[in-house]
């Protein structure tokens, strides 16, 4: 198996009730997540065959609706759930690298939360 194979989702634009204040909850706000999945990739490539791989378009929409589901009132509470339902989801996948970012500082382009989490196998 190569670590290195990976199928990446850049740029996802979600929206999610998210910060430590209600007024900031009260609103949807902008988020944008950059998703990469690690997993081996030969199969997919030799076999043509969805099964083997991330299907990318269910990947992206599990994210942005588990990023509306409800208030979080921190970023890496979003970032955690959004990694355990695409775990849950891609059971082809054994490492997710995800980068959730959220425009709420006026002085920075954005801050956000970089988390990697590993598919366990029961």
């Known amino acids: 198996m190569s670590e290195t194979d990976r199928v990446v ?3 996802l634009r979600c929206k999610a009730c998210v910060g430590v204040t209600a007024a900031e909850r009260r609103k949807p ?3 944008v997540l950059d998703i990469t999945f690690r997993l081996p990739l030969a199969r997919a490539g030799t076999d043509d065959h969805l099964e083997a791989t991330v299907d990318y378009a269910a990947a ?3 994210a942005q609706q588990v990023a ?3 208030p979080y009132r921190l970023v890496e509470a979003v970032a955690e759930s959004i990694a355990a339902a695409l775990l ?3 059971p082809v996948v054994t ?3 995800l980068h959730v970012r959220k425009f709420s500082v006026p002085a920075a382009d954005a801050v956000g939360v970089c988390i990697t989490r590993h598919h366990t196998r029961g």
Request: charged fraction near 35%.
């Open 88 to 90: 849950k989801q891609c």
């Open 95 to 97: 490492t997710i690298e």
């Open 29 to 31: 706000q902008r988020l």
């Open 9 to 11: 989702i850049e740029g």
């Open 68 to 70: 509306a589901a409800k």
């Open 60 to 62: 992206a929409k599990t």
